[in-house]
């Protein structure tokens, strides 16, 4: 049975970091790819970030970009997303999402992905 799930969410001034971790289990990690989303409430479901299964392709919202870090270890079947300078507008639920897809694409449509976490509260105050 495979399960996705997230930890590190939490409270965080505006300009502060957090880091989000996911270790998915009961697949074979190195044939997916993972992705962040995060759905604010009133709003539908968002792409944050996602990585192919080498990492060697990266996609970012324009959002996020230059503040959020995804990455992961194949070996450790973990994947981290390193946000820094948060601001009000990444307050969110964040989920993680495996995406099987063994050739090392990288898509960013929620419906693309295969398996989801519960979700994990990231709330920054002004």
């Known amino acids: 049975q495979v399960q996705v799930v997230e930890s590190g969410g939490g409270l965080v001034q505006s300009g502060g970091s957090l880091r989000l971790s996911c270790a998915p289990s009961?697949?074979?990690?190195?044939?997916?790819?993972m992705g962040w989303f995060r759905q604010a409430p009133g709003k539908e479901r968002e792409f944050v970030a996602a990585i192919s299964w080498s990492g060697g392709k990266i996609y970012y919202a324009d959002s996020v970009k230059g503040r959020f870090t995804i990455s992961r270890d194949n070996v450790k079947n973990v994947v981290d997303l390193q946000m820094n300078s948060l601001n009000a507008a990444d307050t969110a639920v964040y989920y993680c999402a495996a995406d099987r897809d063994p050739f090392g694409s990288v898509r960013t449509q929620a419906i693309e992905y295969d398996y989801w976490g519960q979700g994990t509260q990231v709330t920054v105050s002004s």
């Open positions: 009961g697949l074979t990690f190195v044939t997916y790819t």
